[in-house]
């Protein structure tokens, strides 16, 4: 028996348990109803043969009871002979054939005798209406009393299987909230001992390893990016106080990436590290701006803020300065001539919107832009693109801010909406935007 793929264990063990008893219900049904009617059909020829007997008993004993050539002699309702003896007694009754009919509903049995020489058949009859009322008894009691017991079947088995398997729902629930930031988090073990208790003990090692794993990866990330950071200060001096050649600025410049990329691994290190993130009042709007005026490698981008007043949020200011610091580095390393950074509150939130005016970010990789490394274009120089970490960084300090962020539509152009919650003593509104000077071209 094949099931549809979409049916859950616990509808195909229903259904199978269900079948097998309605097979199993049926075949004894049929052979129950079967046996009573053989058996009282046998009794009843029991019966039918006992009273022929008798009958043929007492004509040998007393021959002076006869039938006529053409009738036949009644001894009770249920038997008549039949044959012709000879100096008879006429019989007062015979037996009417309708006395007889219909023969569905009766068991006849016949024996013969020798009267006086005479050849006498005797035929006695046995009523099957016992056998009859006691099939439709049964059969009255089957048709309704099979479908109630598998509905019976299929409600315990529904059941009992729920039950078996609550546990393997709640390891799956839990498996799918555990993320690569909290392998600290562990399934529930079953009382019983049981298969899926050893499967959730199973699935818990399984974690331990994994955890101790990504915590060593992330161990040697962070020391590596440390131990980097000083030889690479060091080089970085020694280059800009050498004399001045095509080389050593191309080498500086190499320098520089090379930092910029150890400084993100050990800030992904941090964050991975998943530590809370501290619960001071951060004025985001000052943030922003401070950070959208900084000047950059692309002058010619102009830089317009629309800056809320008063919207405050809880967390790090360092890291909400990062935040704001990709985000715009992003848009302005893509835009054509203009950014826009706006910020703004939004019911229990504060929303920063971060768009340019550059080519945009197809719909089919809007998340994949948030991953580590990735580069839409990979065809541009990679000196001018980034590390690759930028939306990752912003998107985990987000997310430890218990915030959002995500590529929205709008206009041409790329645009990034971040949401984190506004600190609790701020009470939300929606002010007027205010608009700050473009930063310097």
Do not use: C
């Amino acid at each position: 028996m094949r099931f549809a793929p979409k049916m859950s264990v616990r509808l195909r063990a229903t259904l199978s348990a269900t079948a097998v008893v309605a097979l199993a219900l049926g075949v004894a049904s049929y052979v129950l109803v079967g046996v009573l009617s053989r058996t009282l059909q046998d009794n009843a020829a029991d019966a039918a043969f006992a009273r022929a007997d008798a009958v043929v008993s007492e004509l040998s004993t007393e021959p002076g009871v006869v039938a006529t050539p053409s009738a036949g002699v009644i001894f009770n309702p249920d038997v008549q002979v039949r044959g012709r003896v000879m100096d008879a007694t006429p019989v007062q009754q015979t037996v009417p054939a309708e006395v007889w009919a219909p023969p569905e509903r009766y068991l006849v049995a016949a024996r013969t005798a020798t009267v006086d020489g005479a050849q006498l058949i005797v035929e006695a009859r046995q009523s099957l209406d016992g056998v009859l009322t006691a099939r439709d008894t049964l059969v009255s009691l089957l048709v309704p009393g099979i479908p109630a017991l598998l509905l019976l079947v299929a409600g315990m088995t529904w059941f009992a299987v729920g039950r078996a398997l609550a546990p393997v729902t709640a390891i799956r629930k839990e498996l799918a909230e555990i993320t690569a930031t909290d392998l600290h988090r562990r399934v529930p073990v079953p009382r019983a001992g049981d298969e899926v208790a050893q499967l959730a003990t199973t699935t818990n090692h399984t974690l331990d390893r994994l955890e101790q794993a990504v915590e060593q990866h992330q161990r040697f990330v962070a020391d590596a990016a440390h131990e980097l950071r000083s030889p690479l200060a060091v080089l970085r001096t020694r280059l800009e106080i050498a004399p001045q050649q095509p080389l050593t600025v191309e080498a500086l410049t190499d320098v520089e990436r090379i930092q910029q990329l150890a400084s993100d691994l050990l800030l992904l290190a941090r964050l991975d590290a998943q530590e809370p993130p501290p619960r001071d009042e951060v004025d985001l709007g000052q943030i922003a701006a401070e950070e959208a005026v900084r000047s950059r490698d692309r002058g010619e981008v102009a830089v317009d803020l629309q800056i809320a007043p008063g919207v405050v949020v809880a967390g790090s200011a360092d890291e909400l300065r990062r935040l704001v610091t990709n985000l715009v580095d992003n848009a302005v390393r893509h835009a054509a001539g203009r950014v826009v950074v706006r910020l703004r509150p939004s019911g229990p939130d504060a929303v920063l919107d971060v768009g340019d005016d550059g080519p945009g970010i197809p719909v089919d990789q809007r998340e994949a832009v948030f991953g580590r490394f990735t580069r839409l274009d990979e065809a541009r120089d990679r000196d001018q693109g980034g590390t690759g970490l930028g939306l990752a960084i912003a998107r985990d300090i987000t997310t430890r801010h218990k915030g959002t962020l995500a590529v929205v539509s709008g206009p041409p152009g790329g645009h990034l909406r971040a949401r984190i919650p506004l600190h609790a003593a701020v009470v939300p509104g929606e002010p007027a935007p205010r608009a700050l000077p473009a930063s310097p071209e």
